[in-house]
Nanobody, 122 residues
């Protein structure tokens, strides 16, 4: 089994910064992607940022230039550095990991963390 745990959420004023972290542990054969999603009240969950095993990244247009996703080398840990935060960034942020969990099996399994609240006050 694989566990995904987020940390680093909290309350911050508009214009401020927060850094989220996410660590995956368990039976992992290979890393494929790790991503951050967010879900505001009454809204659908949306992709915020994603990083792949080659270090390639992609971002939602609403956060491009303000958020940066990064991965620790040799670890299943990713970070989301969030700068110039806006009230509309308020949401529960979820980490998702995509991994191969069995040697010789190509299927990729996705695992979610429990989420961490980010609140940006105006």
């Amino acid at each position: 089994q694989v566990q995904v745990v987020e940390s680093g959420g909290g309350l911050v004023q508009a214009g401020g910064s927060l850094r989220l972290s996410c660590t995956a542990s368990g039976t992992i054969f290979s890393f494929i992607t790790m991503a951050w999603y967010r879900q505001a009240p009454g809204e659908q969950r949306e992709l915020v940022a994603i990083i792949d095993d080659g270090g390639g990244t992609d971002y939602a247009s609403s956060v491009k230039g303000r958020f940066t996703i990064s991965k620790d080398n040799g670890k299943y840990t990713v970070h989301l550095q969030m700068n110039s935060l806006k009230p509309e960034d308020t949401a529960v942020y979820y980490c998702q990991g995509g991994f191969r969990v069995q040697f010789g099996v190509d299927r990729v399994y996705h695992y979610w963390g429990q989420g961490t609240q980010v609140t940006v006050s105006s």
